[in-house]
């Protein structure tokens, strides 16, 4: 049983920064790759960003290059995200999760990692 929280999220005005956190606990072991999305009203869940736990080999979506920066500490079984010059548009709930790496791209695999969390919530004002 693996259990995910996400915490980091809030408030912050276009240009600001966040980092967000996700804890794992629980047979994490089993998650070699983990990976944040998010989805804002009314969209879909999106891939943002992941990282590969053998390698820390990193992806991000086209929409955060050059602002995202993905990490995570294999000791205390935690990944970030650090976000920077955020925009009104990166505005949604933030999930980690584990993940798949496919040679279309990553693809959340929440069965891996006991469901999805709750998430975090990122609003951005312009």
């Known amino acids: 049983q693996v259990h995910l929280e996400e915490s980091g999220g809030g408030l912050v005005q276009a240009g600001g920064s966040l980092r967000l956190s996700c804890a794992a606990s629980g047979r994490t072991f089993s998650m070699n790759a983990m990976a944040w999305f998010r989805q804002a009203p009314g969209k879909q869940r999106e891939f943002v960003a992941g990282?590969?736990?053998?390698?820390?080999?990193?992806d991000y979506a086209d929409f955060v290059k050059g602002r995202a920066t993905i990490s995570r500490d294999n000791d205390k079984n935690t990944v970030y995200l650090q976000m920077n010059s955020l925009k009104p548009e990166d505005t949604a709930v933030y999930y980690c999760?584990?993940?798949?790496?496919?040679?279309?791209?990553?693809?959340?695999?929440?069965?891996?990692?006991?469901?999805w969390g709750r998430g975090t919530q990122v609003t951005v004002s312009s």
């Open positions: 990282i590969r736990r053998s390698d820390s080999a990193t």
């Open positions: 999760t584990a993940a798949v790496i496919t040679g279309s791209g990553w693809y959340a695999n929440p069965a891996l990692a006991g469901g």
